[in-house]
């Protein structure tokens, strides 16, 4: 009788595929990379359950070609996950599968697990290299303070010391960038405060059991010297921790605090800004770590001992991915937790709805710091600047223009915030109205002024900045509204003695959060200009001044989450403002200043808007008191990206509870030459909900004719 193996493999089929398993190749355990037969072409798949037999006719079965045993099999309790993701967002469970790895572990390519870090060895500590070998010295110097990536002696052209080092008996390679020792500096806690302290002693006592924990604190309550505190409890019992942050607050900074604070502790990264060679070594590392710090994508990754998993700013946007598996990396960690049975513990300054309404109806507890870890650190004064009776010029007014003056005469620095990037977010005709409109989306192109070109923020379509007007020769054009380039400029005019620095996703690499930090600190900056990005994650005592201009396109948006977002934008640009022992201001210009956001706002009360906020949800039937699922369309017409939902709708299965709404097209209507509709279904019942799209998914599979492209977004945030 033949051994047949079901393999999930990464197509848009919901369903196993069987292969028979050659004697020589087994045992093959469940879990295992396995490279398969697949149409003409060959495909990494992951090898499931055995059977005796298979409902596809012997000559038809193909053989599976090769185990690739130079990588782990995916652990029991990561398929137990991924089939929770499969469920739950109605998605392949192989594509789940194959994108929990990281990209360089599902081709078929060896993969030599490399030991990439260049550590200091026992003997190397007091070693003393020759003085003529200086640049050895330095090196080993170097390696006394900290392990050093291959990759960064690679661009040093330090190798050839590397080794000489290595043969020297005094350095070595590893796989992990191993515990600091007493090389770092370490750093000790600081005692705790009171409130930190009541935490702990909430916390402490669920550890080794499921349970959700929301830490809600304002910014600089000190949370993340409570996260500290409790992983520090849960490394001593040998348990890893899983740490999720944001895409872009993993600044070098927190991973050297964390690397301070826990010397003698194995510690790895998981991001989006690790090439493709180190996420790979990285992730087959982490079995081996005590702590994971890492991105969304880390919620995936293989721990074996996992005790306990914090997810930081928990509000955040970019834990849910916006294209194939959408899922939330909050709401998996979550999943995980329970399979796991240990806790979860999720912190912001300002928890998302979704997250708040589970901490007051009591299904998750809520932890809150109400106070600044550091005493003499105030909360900044809130003013608001009315545009509907203060001229504007060049996006600032004379208040915003003074109180930067002010602020730079005091030798203290400031920020300014803009959401929007680039020159100016349009280019505009005055004689015919020309609006650069990007010709592949319903969407104008972005004035770039540093590179002469105009560029889509959604589809990337660029080109030069036309000489005249496309549409009636007017070589008069004129730039239209403020991005961060603009700003940058006309802050220069206005205040030439200021050093201005601008920082936004054109600007900012990995390596320029660091150093932007160091001139910050080093006060080599006066005036920060950026986007949202500069909201998040830092802590700049001298920065006693936050400037916010234009933010009243959010509080009259449709999208019903606009005013949530906005508040905890403005939320967390007003923390960054005096922080240490220097009282804050932040001003904000507005043409609504009686919009009910800056009352609660002014006196900082996140809790008071969260509860209006949730008040006006439950009256209009929105989430989080109603689940939902986007269904999206794209098609080369609107029309067939409309007649395929409503295609959709008719059939959809009459479940009791469930809401169909109608086809619209999407906000963004066009974007790279595709249509965009989509059909929102929607009910008070997440079982019934779930239970309705498992009959009604494979349906949409047979509606004829096909579109170029349509996707199930469960729980979506953006629309
Ligand atoms: P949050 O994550 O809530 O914004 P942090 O944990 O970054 O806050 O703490 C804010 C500041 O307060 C940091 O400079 C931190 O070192 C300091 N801090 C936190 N807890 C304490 C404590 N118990 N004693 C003294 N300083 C503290
Ligand atoms: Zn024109
Ligand atoms: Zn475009």
């Known amino acids: ?294 991105t969304r994508l880390s919620v995936f990754a293989p721990l074996p001992r996992l005790g306990l998993i914090v997810v930081d700013e928990e509000h955040d946007a970019s834990f849910k991915q916006q294209d194939g598996l959408r899922y939330s990396a909050r709401d998996v960690a979550i999943a995980r937790g329970k399979q796991a049975d240990i806790p979860v513990v999720l912190g912001s300054a300002t928890p998302s709805l979704e997250s708040y309404a589970q901490a007051l109806n009591g299904r998750y507890q809520l932890i809150e710091l109400r106070q600044r870890a550091i005493s003499q650190a105030q909360l900044p004064d809130i003013e608001l600047v009315d545009l509907k009776h203060i001229p504007v010029d060049n996006g600032l007014t004379r208040p915003a223009l003074q109180a930067l003056t002010d602020t730079l005469a005091r030798g203290e620095q400031s920020l300014v915030f803009l959401n929007r990037r680039g020159y100016a977010p349009a280019l505009y005709c005055p004689s015919c109205a020309w609006v650069s409109p990007c010709p592949r989306c319903s969407a104008r192109l972005v004035l770039h002024r540093t590179s002469h070109r105009l560029k889509c923020h959604h589809c990337g379509f660029e080109t030069r900045i036309p000489p005249e007007c496309p549409s009636c020769g007017n070589p008069d054009l004129k730039a239209l509204g403020q991005g961060t380039q603009r700003l940058e400029e006309t802050l220069a005019a206005r205040l030439p003695a200021a050093r201005i620095r601008r920082i936004d996703r054109d600007t900012m690499r990995p390596r320029a959060w660091a150093e932007l930090g160091e001139a910050v600190h080093g006060g080599q900056v006066d005036i920060l200009v950026g986007t949202q990005m500069l909201a998040k994650g830092h802590d700049f005592p001298n920065m006693t001044l936050a400037l916010i201009l234009d933010t009243d396109g959010a509080l009259y948006s449709p999208d019903f989450r606009a005013t949530e977002r906005l508040f905890a934008q403005l939320m967390q640009v007003a923390g960054r403002a005096g922080r240490a022992d220097k009282p804050g201001r932040v001003l904000i210009q507005t043409a609504f200043p009686d919009h009910p956001l800056f009352r609660y706002l002014q006196r900082h009360d996140y809790a008071g808007y969260a509860r209006a906020l949730l008040a006006e949800r439950k009256q209009l039937d929105l989430p989080p008191f109603t689940r939902q699922v986007l269904l999206r369309a794209e098609a080369t017409t609107m029309d067939a990206a409309l007649a395929f939902l409503q295609h959709a709708a008719a059939l959809a299965p009459d479940t009791a509870g469930v809401s169909v709404f109608g086809a619209t097209p999407a906000p963004m209507a066009r974007v790279a030459n595709l249509e965009r509709a989509q059909l929102l279904v929607q009910s008070a019942q997440r079982q019934a909900l779930q239970a309705f799209v498992r009959d009604w998914r494979p349906q949409l599979e047979r509606i004829k004719p096909r579109i170029a492209r349509w996707s199930l977004d469960v729980d979506p945030l953006v629309f």
């Open 1 to 294: 009788m033949p051994s047949i193996l079901q393999v999930a493999l990464d197509t848009p089929l919901h369903r196993l595929f069987d292969y028979r398993l050659p004697a020589q190749l087994d045992p093959v355990p469940s879990g295992s990379l396995v490279e398969v037969p697949f149409g003409r072409t060959l495909q990494i798949g992951v090898a499931l359950e055995r059977q005796s037999d298979s409902a596809i006719v012997a000559d038809k079965l193909r053989d599976v070609i090769r185990v690739l045993d130079d990588r782990p099999a995916l652990s029991p309790d990561i398929l137990h996950l991924a089939q929770f993701c499969a469920d739950y967002y109605h998605y392949p469970l192989g594509a789940i599968l194959l994108a929990t790895l990281p990209p360089r572990l599902r081709n078929a390519a060896p993969f030599m697990a490399g030991k990439p870090w260049l550590t200091v060895t026992e003997a190397g500590q007091t070693a003393e290299p020759p003085t003529r070998a200086r640049a050895q010295r330095a090196l080993l110097d170097a390696l006394r303070a900290a392990p050093q990536a291959r990759e960064t002696l690679r661009l040093r052209k330090q190798g050839r010391h590397a080794a000489a080092l290595v043969t020297a008996g005094w350095a070595e390679w590893s796989r992990l960038p191993p515990a600091a020792g007493h090389a770092l500096p370490t750093q000790a806690a600081p005692a705790a405060t009171v409130e930190q302290q009541a935490a702990l002693d909430r916390l402490l006592p669920v550890l080794g059991t499921f349970s959700v924990h929301l830490i809600h604190g304002v910014t600089g309550s000190g949370k993340t010297e409570l996260y500290l505190r409790l992983i520090d409890v849960v490394l001593a019992t040998g348990q890893q921790v899983l740490v999720l942050i944001p895409e872009i607050a993993l600044t070098p900074q927190l991973e050297q605090h964390f690397r301070r604070r826990f010397p003698g502790r194995r510690i790895a990264t998981l991001h989006s800004g690790l090439n493709e060679t180190a996420r790979a070594e990285n992730w087959l590392a982490a079995p081996d770590c005590d702590v994971l710090l890492g």
